[in-house]
Structure formats: structure tokens, C-alpha cells
């Protein structure tokens, strides 16, 4: 009887500890392993830590004896993630470019040039899990990132591996000083690489002009002026130059046309309801449909019923609902699908 074929898998290595497991768990399972770094975009004059991370990578592909190649994503992720993030706020939402990058980056050019490359699976350190090409929540709850994997295709998922879906992360520490990575240790990566140590405020002001306006209460009054309503997201509370008394004030709306900030109350954050477009469904839909929603990646997934043209009504008044933010539909521990919020009533 013919030897099958040792299976070819493409893992994703940032040169953290869960890219490193992943690819040592997936070398202990008899996989043939490639590394491969991929090359983000940098912003000019903003430190970014990507060289050391490469450079983890590497330490980290010796020790596991796997080639580790280096794919130069950085212009593709300056227009496909950057410019999206910032033309996002340009126009007055909150984008969530962890989204975007996972769509157009991970799973988008690194999926299929490793495809094309002839990899039988791609992998990455997402604490996610995949059953029957469907998208579950990972065991460790806390560290769930199936959020941002909304816009997968089943194609996608059929040839991708999650090796850590099913480990919390103390146990994935754990693994990894027992595989004797040098990560082991390492600090979780914080915000996004091409921001770097800025705030999202000081990176958005040197790609979009500031221009100043009023900041005006809901219920009519004039509190002070602003430096630029695209540097402002619903919910927002410091940062604003409110020159009287009260408060504490926060961003409730905004209005590009006019550069107007709304401010209000924390009632006045509550919403209902949502307007949802561009959905992306794993599993057919029949509306309306109930579902558990989760409107930001920090939240509990709340329950909502979802009509056809993309009305969200929510069981319980929802804080902070955020134009550009995801909406993601969960099913228990099923990811059912997607879309982006536009509005709130």
C-alpha cells in the first residue's frame, strides 16, 4: 500500500506565542510546516517593532527545525487596511481594521499565495475553532477571536487550521515553554502595528486635516469647539475641550457636514435598534432571524432578532452602537455570520 502524501501547512508566524504553538503543535501532529512572516506596513517616523518580531519569528522556526519565509505584505496592507481605517474615519465611522486585515490580509493574500504555493491548509495562532468548515467560539472565552473572522468564506474554512482553538492561553504559555520556544514569556502585541506607540488620535491627525467646529449638547447647547469631528467615536468621554461645567459628557453623534459633535449622558448612548449592511452569512438565514449579538469584540453577545433589510432589534437597549463597527451573529457557540453597522435609531 502507497505512503500517503505528509500534508503541507502554510502557518502565519508574528513572532508571538500563539502563531509559535501553533506551528510547534502542528509539527508535532506529522504536518510539514512552513513559516511565514508576513511584512506589515509602517507608517513614517512611527516606531514599529516588526523587525524584532521577524526576528522571534525566526528564533522560534530554528528551534521547531521549519523554514520561515518572509511575504512583504507592506503595500498591500497600506491600501487594502490602512487607507481603509483611515478613509473610515475620514467619513465619520469607527472602522475595525483587525477585521479588514484578516479578510484581505491573512486570508486574503497570504491564504492564497500559500494555495497557490501548493499548501494543503493554512494556519495562524487565532483562538478560534473550526467543525465541518463552520466557524465555533474557542474554549478559552476570554480570548475568543472569531469576532474578527466574520467575513470568512466555508472554502477558507475548510483549509484552515486554528491549533489552538482548544487551549486557554495559560495552558498555550504552558505548551510553549514546554516546547522550549523562546516566546514563552512574551508579552501579548497591544493596539496595531502601524499606529505604534501613538495614540489613535495622533496617528489620525497626520493623515486627515483637522477642522474645527461646535460641540453641542442633545438637547441644544453650545459646550465648546472641537479640533475635527473624524478624531471622535461614539462613546467617546476625555478628550473632548468642553469649557463648562457638568458632565461627565459623551460623543453621542456626529455630523460631517456641518463638523458638529454631539455630546449627551450615558442614557443617551442607549439604542435599541441597528442598521446592519453588507451581512455575510456561514450558514443560510431565514428572517427574521434571532440571534446573539456581539457589536464590539469586548462584549457579551446580546440576544436581537434581525429582519431582511437589515434592521437590528435588540432585547435590551445596547450602549455605544457604532457606525462601522461589526456586528457579528452568534448561535450559541456557532458563528452564524456578519455585517457592518451603518446606524442607530
Known sequence: MAKSR???????????????????????????VIGVFMKPWQSPGVRCLWQKDREDALRVATVLDIPLLTWD?????????????????????????DIMCN?????????????????????????????????????????????????????????????????????????????????????????VCFVGALDMKSFLKRHIKSRSGPIIHVRGTVLGRHDGVAYYTIGQR???????????????????????????????????????????????????????????????AQRAVLAKNGVLRFKKPQRAITPGQSAVFYRGKKILGGGIIVGRD
Do not use: C
Open 238 to 300: 476625555h478628550g473632548m475641550n468642553i469649557t463648562v461645567g457638568g458632565g461627565p459628557y459623551y460623543v453621542v453623534g456626529k455630523n460631517m457636514r456641518t463638523s458638529t459633535l454631539f455630546v449627551g449622558e450615558e442614557k443617551d448612548l442607549f439604542s435599541s435598534t441597528a442598521k446592519i449592511t453588507g451581512m455575510h452569512w456561514n450558514t443560510p438565514a431565514q428572517f427574521p432571524i434571532v440571534v446573539d449579538v456581539k457589536i464590539r469584540y469586548r462584549t457579551q
Open 103 to 191: 479578510k484581505e490580509i491573512k486570508f486574503g493574500l497570504f491564504f492564497k499565495k500559500a494555495m497557490d504555493a501548493g499548501a494543503d491548509f493554512v494556519a495562524t495562532g487565532h483562538y478560534a475553532r473550526i467543525k465541518n468548515s463552520i466557524l465555533y467560539t474557542a474554549k478559552d472565552t476570554n480570548k475568543d477571536q472569531t469576532y474578527f473572522l466574520w467575513t470568512l468564506a466555508k472554502k477558507q474554512f475548510s483549509q484552515t487550521l486554528f491549533p489552538i482553538g482548544d487551549y486557554t492561553k495559560p495552558q498555550v504559555r504552558i505548551l510553549a515553554k514546554n516546547f522550549g520556544l523562546p516566546v514563552y514569556n512574551k508579552k501579548d502585541s497591544q493596539g
Open 6 to 32: 505528509q500534508k503541507t501547512v502554510y502557518v502565519a508566524m508574528s513572532g508571538g506565542v500563539d502563531s509559535s504553538v501553533a506551528a510547534a503543535l502542528l509539527k508535532k501532529r506529522g504536518f510539514h
Open 73 to 97: 505584505f507592506s503595500k498591500e496592507y497600506g491600501t487594502r487596511v490602512t487607507r481603509y481605517m483611515i478613509d473610515g474615519y475620514r467619513r465619520g465611522i469607527t472602522p475595525n481594521p
